[in-house]
Each structure stands twice: as C-alpha cells, then as structure tokens.
C-alpha cells in the first residue's frame, strides 16, 4: 500500500512538472550577455588592462606591504595631532553642509513648497552640485584659498550638502500630510507648519543622514590631504614619495583605527535613533 501511494504521488509530480507551462527562450537575454562580454574584451584591449603587470611586481607590493607592518611608532607624536586635525575637518565640514542641506531640502521639497518652478529650479541646482566628485571639489578650492584645512572643510561642506539634501528632501516628502493639512486648516503659517508637524517626523532622519554623511567624510577627509586640503593625507602622501614605509604604516594603522571606531559608533547611534 505504501509503495502504491508512493507510486501515485510521484506520477502526479510528474504530470504536474510536465503541465508546468514553457517559457520561450528570451534572445535577448543572449544579445545582452554577447554586449557585455564583448564590451569586457573590447575595455580590456584599448586600456591595455592585463593582470599579468600585477603579478610580475607583486614581489615589490610584498617589500612594502613587508615594511608597513613594521611601523615606526616614535612617529606617532606626529600622527595623533595630524589625525585629530582629520577628525575635526570632518566634524567641520559635516556640520556646516548638514545645516545649509537642511534649509534647502525644505526649500525643494513639493509637500513644503507648491511652486513647482522654484522647487525645480533648485533641484537642478543640487543635481549639478552632486555631480561634483570630492576630489575634484577639493582641488578648486586648494586652487581658491590656498593649502590647507581650510580648502578641506569646505570641499567637505558642499559634499556633505550633496549627500544630505538627497536623502533628506525625500524622507519629507514621505512624511505623514495628515498634521500638516490640520494646522493649515486652522490657519498657520508656513513657519509654523514646519515648526509644528514637519520637524517631529523627519529629525530622525536628519540626524541619521547627518552621521552617516560624517561617517565617509572622516575617510574622504585622509584622501584630500593628497591634494593639500589639510588633514593626515597630506603626510601620508609625503611619507610615500620619500619611500618612509615605516612611518606610512604608522599613519595607516591609525586612521583605520579611527575610522573603525567612529563607523561603530556612529552605526549603534543611527540604529538606536531608528528604534
């Protein structure tokens, strides 16, 4: 009896896996994979791009990588100070960009403001502003005022304000119109509106978005020192030319302390906020 039920229940499978209806072979799916495999060989070929030239110098990368792992730690007097200029650039730069994001994310969210000229224009605005690489916002502004932190904290401010003002005009924009459409049923203002049924439901988020946005520009910040934008980059780039691989992995070692700590956190912070 076992056996025939058995039986039974495997031939319904059966007839059930062959009444399962054919999918037609989609063609297009292999001119796609054709275009993508193709255009690989084709980006190999024309920036002469071959891994070979990795392994015959892999035995200089091991020389190095040897010679960081044995850091110079008398260097790090000069590190730590370097290291909190890095962080304060951050903290800097962060706050600075937040605070002008803030004001523009209301100023171009369509829940906020109805004129939907003024909001486009500025849209537009902050889509050119976001298209900016930090590298490149660091070398205007070295070109604009000099070396220096200076050129670091503002590179980091318009960042930061591409960042925040994104995720930010969006996350008003979700919010609940229900408080809103009651208070200007009673007729408040605008300044009221927002004070009233807006601020309560996106300052959350404000701060999340703000600490995540520290969060790279704390690592963003070592990489403009390359340019002259302040900070410990600017060291680490000078140990490298004079080939001091000591003092490079004394500098390494510490930034990724840093970041470590602060990515921990600054993570625990934004998930307690989110709770």
Known sequence: MVET??????????????????KKFNYMNLVWLIVIV??????????????????????????????????????SSTVIPLLLETIKMAILGTVIGSVVAFIYSLLIARNIVKNKAVTGVLRVIMNIIRTIPDLLLGAIFVAIVGIGPVAGILALSVFTFGVVVKLFYEAIETIDPGPIEALTAVG???????????????????????????????????????????????????????FSYDKTGTIIIFIIIAVVLIDYVSSKSREALMR
């Open 38 to 75: 193709g255009g690989l060989f084709v980006s190999i070929n024309e920036t002469n791009t071959h891994l070979s030239v990795l392994f015959a110098n892999f035995s200089q990368f091991t020389d190095i990588f040897v010679q960081m792992c044995h850091p110079d730690w008398s260097y």
């Open 188 to 242: 408040a203002n605008k300044l009221q509106v927002i004070h009233f049924a807006v601020l309560p439901q996106i300052m959350t988020y404000f701060i999340s978005y703000v600490l995540y946005a520290f969060e790279i520009n704390v690592r963003a910040s070592t990489v403009l020192g390359y340019l002259g934008a302040g900070g410990i980059g600017l060291y680490l780039q000078q140990t490298l030319q004079v």
């Open 5 to 22: 039920e058995a039986r039974q229940k495997m031939s319904k499978t059966e007839q059930d896996l062959l009444n399962l209806p054919k």
